[in-house]
């Protein structure tokens, strides 16, 4: 009797120990298993604002004055909306829009201004508005066509920068300073569409048809603009900080203030060089170009050098900017800007900053003396 219940109790402390053993090898052994919850695609309207969609608002505040002591303010909230469309494998199309509501109270001309003058008092502005659609042979294309062309064959088409000199690859929506398209054409950003891409390892292009109206989408008889750019591929800027190019534009355009027809010539070259030091970033920036409106000859040339900080919470540039047409005195200016960065995000994605920029006007093309111009900016991007 006492050997059987012995052995009763040493049955029973076996299974325990081995229940005990099986508990520690698996922690989760009697813990149900249940699949896991799958998260419902959004489908319709509601995919288009959730999937690779970017909303970015802005604010402006920017107030001039000259010598004489004329004032004026441009104050303004704005956004942007970017959109990419893609499939599991590929993005195939970017759409782009950015507008601001703008209240304008007196003029200066200041170079970030220069259309502000036809645009009094409150006003919509609309600034890039377009579409990117990519690998646009893709369709009808081989599979080993497809991948030898990867990045040729874009199509472009709305509105963005005029596709001459270093515009295309620089955004100038925000600072005070610019570069020369603005006084060149007489608008910066124009209505178009054509191809962009890569020609080889070496060199991209970019190839347009341009309606040549500048702000307003509008054919009045003008012709419009074609225009070639080639430049050097991205490569070259991330391992040596060099952008360079050459450019050609030819056609029609309008005049903006009588919307007059203008048979336009031009020819440019451009470059940028990008420099780190211990201390921050030195940038200088070049742009040259000839050409000729309605058969009367020109010459366009600018030369900026920039200075960043090593923190990025401030930076100092100055710009020199000479138009001259046959004819007529030349337009001539010297610029210096000052900028507190509160943020300054590599990809210009997160902006924040005040600027101070003073423009000396040295020569000018009507019969008036040099002026000076003062512009204290306040911008917020995000």
């Not at 609309?126 to 646009?136: I, W």
């Not at 925000?174 to 070496?202: A, I």
Request: proline share 4%; glycine share 8%; aromatic share 14%.
């Amino acid at each position: 009797m006492h050997f059987a219940m012995l052995w009763i109790a040493l049955a029973a402390v076996f299974v325990c120990s081995a229940q005990q053993t099986n508990s520690q090898q698996d922690p989760f052994a009697n813990i149900n298993e249940k699949p896991p919850l799958e998260t419902p695609k959004a489908t319709g309207l509601r995919s288009f604002f959730t999937d690779n969609f970017g909303f970015r608002k802005e604010w402006m505040s920017q107030f001039t004055t000259d010598e004489s002591g004329r004032g004026a303010s441009r104050q303004s909230l704005g956004f942007e909306v970017l959109k990419k469309f893609s499939t599991s494998t590929a993005t195939i199309a970017s759409l782009n829009f950015q507008g601001r509501m703008v209240r304008r109270d007196g003029f200066n001309p200041v170079q970030n201004e220069m259309e502000g003058e036809r645009r009094p008092g409150w006003f919509f502005e609309y600034h890039n508005a377009y579409l990117d659609l990519y690998n646009l042979f893709n369709p009808v294309f081989s599979a080993s066509q497809r991948s030898r062309n990867v990045g040729r064959f874009n199509l472009r088409a709305g509105r963005f920068y005029v596709p001459f000199g270093l515009n295309l690859q620089t955004d100038t929506h925000g600072p005070v300073l610019q570069l020369s398209n603005d006084r060149n054409f007489g608008f910066e950003r124009d209505w178009y569409t054509g191809l962009w891409g890569s020609l080889n390892k070496h060199l991209n292009y970019d190839a347009y048809y341009l309606l040549g109206s500048g702000y307003d989408l509008a054919f009045k008889g003008q012709r419009g603009l074609a225009a070639v750019r080639i430049s050097l591929a991205n490569k070259y800027s991330f391992q040596y900080g060099l952008e360079a190019g050459v450019s050609v534009l030819g056609g029609e355009r309008l005049a903006m203030k009588d919307h007059t027809r203008i048979e336009t010539r031009r020819t440019g070259i451009d470059a940028r060089y990008r420099r780190p030091v211990p201390t921050g970033l030195f940038t200088l920036t070049h742009e040259l170009s000839a050409g000729s409106d309605s058969h009367r000859s020109l010459t366009m040339q600018l030369h900026q050098a920039d200075y960043l900080h090593a923190s990025r919470r401030w930076g100092i540039a100055t710009q020199y900017r000479r138009h001259h047409q046959s004819g007529l005195n030349p337009d001539a200016s010297l610029l210096a800007d000052l900028t507190w960065y509160f943020r300054n995000d590599i990809g210009n994605s997160n902006l924040h900053w005040l600027k101070l920029n003073v423009e000396r006007r040295l020569e000018r093309s009507q019969p008036l003396p040099p002026h000076t111009v003062v512009a204290l900016q306040y911008y917020f991007y995000r």
